[in-house]
């Protein structure tokens, strides 16, 4: 069972010019048997790995011996940017968990930021030893600082991050300062940064996500919408940030999308192996526009289906790690799972074969609500042991995936939406509010075991048959979970006539407190998400 210490490194400060310090990312089995690594790296020509001789763990204890993961980095000729490359952890077809991914981020050259007075910027770079920074700015004011996070005595990354806070007063312009960096046994890590930061009282633009990755098969349907990517802008700044026109540029392979515009789909039909890179740019009235997302669109031969690790999710809040709950809706996230477009389960009860994919938890197939390329929805068994459950998928060519764990548990609630009695949604913006003595129904998954039991992929019955109500008492907290008001529900159990969905019915106590609200559900051993609801 394959475990990394870490699956990111860096941001890695390197000045124009330098050389990078080397880095170590530790694997370790987690399982039984002995652990056999390899390593690749994507399109990063900059980056190289190798799997090192196995030796004692430096950055863990959870197992005695480690097989470091070596990662040089060249950056010879690198002009200044952000440079991300990935490393593919891969083991033996029987090892659990793997493959798994390492994401190794390098910023070369100086730091270029927009700030608005009064307001700060953190940009983050990591060391592999404590330093020592001195920090200056040609106007002398102490905007600059190199701050560390976190603290304990067990540390083999140090994560700091360049903090830019200009006092309110200071004049809008161009400031220049440097963060310089001493101390360190690797004298790569011994650096100095330069700083300009642009200081303005007009809307700065963020995109979010500042780039886009991707990685598809050859024949694989286009990514189109609600899985295609979206690039939206924040305001960091002062003012009202407001958008112009989108451009995107490298082929035809990205386009906007026909059903929702401001979704970029991406098509790989006739693309060969190989990388392919564009742009996503929005235009605005901030400072810095235009934003510029670069995207990344990587074509590899086809192959058997890709569980990404920790990849099955719970369907609300989608955590990684998280456990799930026996009857619970989850999904597993991947690649190559299906290369029919997306396709949803037409009625119940659920099939357990949609698009050409199964999915296979503990060998037994499940009940599955839709499947795309990347992404199945499906039901856990009710059957299912507790503990470390193994998933697949196959498809119907025969390939099967990597193997991968989820924790499954009797109950794992999640909180979706809240319906007030005129059968409203009792939403944050206070738009349709419930009062004290109201009946609210409130839906999610993951709450467990029902009498009478419901097959998973089987519609929960309904009247006049009796209903499946949950066999583990259930308390509505309204508040602080704490100090709020508590109460127990008039129902709690499945939906009628739709699988996997439950619902509470709850009446509102008169000492539930009013306004913005804090509401969650919880058994004796967990307790849900917590939404938030509007009271009067």
Same mark, same amino acid.
């Given at each position: 069972?394959?475990?990394?210490?870490?699956?990111?490194?860096?941001?890695?400060?390197?000045?124009?010019?330098?050389?990078?310090?080397?880095?170590?990312?530790?694997?370790? =089995?987690?399982?039984? +048997?002995?652990?056999?690594?390899?390593?690749?790296?994507?399109?990063?020509?900059?980056?190289?790995?190798?799997?090192?001789?196995?030796?004692?763990?430096?950055?863990?204890?959870?197992?005695?011996?480690?097989?470091?993961?070596?990662?040089?980095?060249?950056?010879?000729?690198?002009?200044?940017?952000?440079?991300?490359?990935?490393?593919? !952890?891969?083991?033996?077809?029987?090892?659990?968990?793997?493959?798994?991914?390492?994401?190794?981020?390098?910023?070369?050259?100086?730091?270029?930021?927009?700030?608005?007075?009064?307001?700060?910027?953190?940009?983050? !770079? *990591?060391?592999?030893?404590?330093?020592?920074?001195?920090? *200056?700015?040609?106007?002398?004011?102490?905007?600059? #600082?190199? !701050?560390?996070?976190?603290?304990?005595?067990?540390?083999?990354?140090?994560?700091?991050?360049?903090? &830019?806070?200009?006092?309110?007063?200071?004049?809008?312009?161009?400031?220049?300062?440097?963060?310089?960096?001493?101390?360190?046994?690797?004298?790569?890590?011994?650096?100095?940064?330069?700083?300009?930061?642009?200081?303005?009282?007009?809307?700065?633009?963020?995109?979010?996500?500042?780039?886009?990755?991707?990685?598809?098969?050859?024949?694989?349907?286009?990514?189109?919408?609600? @899985?295609?990517?979206?690039?939206?802008?924040? =305001?960091?700044?002062?003012?009202?940030?407001?958008?112009?026109?989108?451009?995107?540029?490298?082929?035809?392979?990205?386009?906007?999308?026909?059903?929702?515009?401001? @979704?970029?789909?991406?098509?790989?039909?006739?693309?060969?192996?190989?990388? =392919?890179?564009?742009?996503?740019? &929005?235009?605005?009235?901030?400072?810095?526009?235009?934003?510029?997302?670069?995207?990344?669109?990587?074509?590899?031969?086809?192959?058997?289906?890709?569980?990404?690790?920790?990849?099955?999710?719970?369907?609300?809040?989608?955590?990684?790690?998280?456990?799930?709950?026996?009857?619970? !809706?989850?999904?597993?996230?991947?690649?190559?799972?299906?290369?029919?477009?997306?396709?949803?389960?037409?009625?119940?009860?659920?099939?357990?074969?949609?698009?050409?994919?199964?999915?296979?938890?503990?060998?037994?197939?499940?009940?599955?609500?839709?499947?795309?390329?990347?992404?199945?929805?499906?039901?856990?068994?009710?059957?299912?042991?507790?503990?470390?459950?193994?998933?697949?998928?196959?498809?119907?060519?025969?390939?099967?995936?990597?193997?991968?764990?989820?924790?499954?548990?009797?109950?794992?609630?999640?909180?979706?939406?809240?319906?007030?009695?005129?059968?409203?949604?009792?939403?944050?913006?206070?738009?349709?509010?419930?009062?004290?003595?109201?009946?609210?129904?409130?839906?999610?998954?993951?709450?467990?075991? %029902?009498?009478?039991?419901?097959?998973?992929?089987?519609?929960?019955?309904?009247?006049?048959? #009796?209903?499946?109500?949950?066999?583990?008492?259930? %308390?509505?907290?309204?508040?602080?979970?704490?100090?709020?008001?508590?109460?127990?529900?008039?129902?709690?159990?499945?939906?009628?006539?739709?699988?996997?969905?439950?619902?509470?019915?709850?009446?509102?106590?008169?000492?539930?407190?009013?306004?913005?609200?804090?509401?969650?559900? +919880?058994?004796?051993? %967990?307790?849900?998400?917590?939404?938030?609801?509007? &009271?009067?």
């Amino acid at each position: 069972m394959l475990r990394l210490v870490s699956s990111t490194v860096g941001p890695i400060p390197v000045p124009t010019g330098a050389s990078a310090p080397a880095q170590t990312v530790e694997a370790y =089995n987690a399982g039984d +048997g002995s652990l056999a690594l390899s390593v690749s790296v994507s399109s990063a020509t900059w980056l190289t790995a190798s799997v090192g001789s196995p030796r004692a763990c430096a950055s863990t204890t959870a197992a005695a011996t480690c097989l470091p993961l070596q990662l040089a980095l060249n950056t010879t000729g690198l002009a200044a940017g952000t440079y991300t490359g990935v490393v593919t !952890v891969s083991a033996g077809s029987n090892t659990i968990d793997a493959p798994q991914t390492v994401t190794v981020t390098m910023r070369v050259g100086p730091v270029d930021v927009f700030a608005a007075p009064g307001a700060s910027r953190d940009i983050p !770079v *990591t060391t592999n030893h404590l330093v020592t920074a001195r920090n *200056t700015t040609q106007d002398g004011n102490n905007w600059l #600082s190199l !701050v560390l996070d976190g603290t304990g005595s067990f540390r083999f990354v140090f994560p700091y991050r360049i903090h &830019i806070a200009p006092t309110a007063d200071m004049s809008p312009g161009t400031y220049n300062g440097s963060v310089s960096t001493s101390g360190s046994s690797v004298a790569s890590e011994n650096v100095t940064i330069p700083v300009t930061m642009h200081l303005t009282t007009q809307p700065i633009a963020q995109a979010k996500p500042d780039q886009i990755n991707l990685r598809l098969a050859q024949g694989a349907p286009p990514l189109v919408y609600p @899985f295609d990517p979206i690039v939206s802008l924040v =305001n960091l700044g002062q003012g009202t940030l407001t958008t112009g026109n989108t451009t995107l540029s490298g082929g035809s392979w990205i386009k906007p999308d026909t059903a929702v515009p401001s @979704f970029i789909s991406i098509d790989p039909t006739g693309l060969s192996p190989g990388d =392919n890179t564009g742009s996503v740019t &929005i235009a605005s009235n901030a400072a810095n526009s235009p934003t510029t997302v670069p995207v990344d669109l990587q074509i590899v031969a086809k192959g058997a289906p890709l569980l990404f690790y920790q990849g099955v999710l719970d369907n609300v809040t989608s955590i990684a790690g998280d456990a799930v709950s026996q009857g619970d !809706v989850a999904i597993v996230k991947g690649e190559q799972l299906s290369f029919s477009p997306f396709t949803q389960a037409p009625s119940y009860p659920l099939p357990t074969q949609l698009g050409g994919a199964t999915i296979l938890v503990n060998g037994t197939p499940a009940p599955l609500y839709y499947s795309s390329y990347g992404q199945i929805a499906f039901q856990i068994p009710y059957d299912t042991s507790a503990g470390s459950a193994l998933v697949q998928v196959q498809r119907d060519d025969g390939q099967i995936s990597n193997t991968v764990t989820v924790s499954v548990v009797a109950h794992a609630p999640r909180l979706l939406a809240v319906q007030n009695q005129d059968f409203t949604f009792n939403l944050p913006d206070g738009s349709h509010p419930a009062t004290h003595g109201d009946t609210i129904v409130l839906y999610g998954f993951g709450f467990g075991p %029902t009498s009478p039991a419901v097959a998973a992929g089987a519609p929960a019955p309904a009247p006049p048959d #009796s209903l499946a109500q949950i066999t583990a008492p259930l %308390t509505v907290n309204f508040g602080d979970s704490l100090f709020g008001a508590n109460t127990t529900p008039a129902f709690a159990g499945l939906t009628p006539s739709f699988a996997g969905v439950y619902q509470v019915n709850v009446v509102i106590p008169d000492n539930a407190p009013t306004g913005l609200v804090n509401l969650s559900v +919880g058994f004796s051993e %967990t307790r849900s998400n917590t939404i938030q609801i509007v &009271i009067q």
